[in-house]
């Protein structure tokens, strides 16, 4: 049995995520692979610079049209506990329901949502919940080029599954096991780990 000592000291070592690595992680799991085992630090890629512009310019548009009253916008928060940490595009907070609000650049999918974008919204949502102590019902998802919103529900089949993600996480990281690259080779395209991985 580990000590209250003992205990403390696994979780200062145990690796910390954000919540876009459990989305990376659903998407490609060799991503985590390479960030956290091998410590590969590619610069940012053309979508990811023009993804950055379109995120300050939807905050500024937000800002400007009042919705500032409630939402609060580039939230850090951490919660070694849950394992989470992160920069959050936007937080509704009414003093007792915290909302995530997830701006995404790309298209929206046919009717639903993109399983990644759903693991990472529910991800912001335990770490505002952990951090903040507050109630989270919720998330929203904001595909800004289509003009839409969804909400993704918080309820405990969500959490259990993003528990789970994050207890693979870690153990893909401490046992420094290399996964199967995804199956879909069009998702290799423009990613920024090409070099690293090549599918071998």
């Keep these: ?25 659903v998407y490609c799991p060799r991503i985590i692979y390479f960030r956290y085992v091998l410590k590969c630090r590619p610069g940012p890629s053309v979508k990811m610079r023009k993804g950055a512009e379109k995120h300050e310019d939807w905050r500024n548009r937000q800002i400007r049209q009042g919705k500032n009253m409630d939402r609060y916008f580039s939230i850090y928060l951490e919660d070694r506990s849950v394992g989470l940490k992160g920069l959050l595009d936007a937080v509704d907070y009414d003093g007792e329901t915290a909302r995530p609000v997830e701006m995404k650049t790309g298209r929206a999918p046919e009717g639903g949502i993109f399983e990644n974008h759903r693991a990472q919204v529910v991800a912001e949502c335990l770490l505002v919940e952990y951090a903040l102590g507050a109630d989270s019902d919720m998330g929203i998802l904001v595909y800004e080029d289509a003009d839409l919103e969804i909400k993704v529900d918080l309820n405990n089949p969500q959490r259990s599954w993003v528990h789970t993600l994050l207890q693979k996480m870690r153990e893909l990281v401490i046992t420094e096991y290399l996964p199967r690259p995804t199956r879909n080779e069009r998702k290799c395209t423009d990613c920024e780990f090409w070099a690293y991985c090549q599918r071998t």
């Design 1 to 25: 049995m580990q000590s209250e000592l003992e205990s403390q000291i696994v979780k200062q070592l145990r690796p910390v995520f954000t919540p876009e690595d459990v989305r990376q992680f």
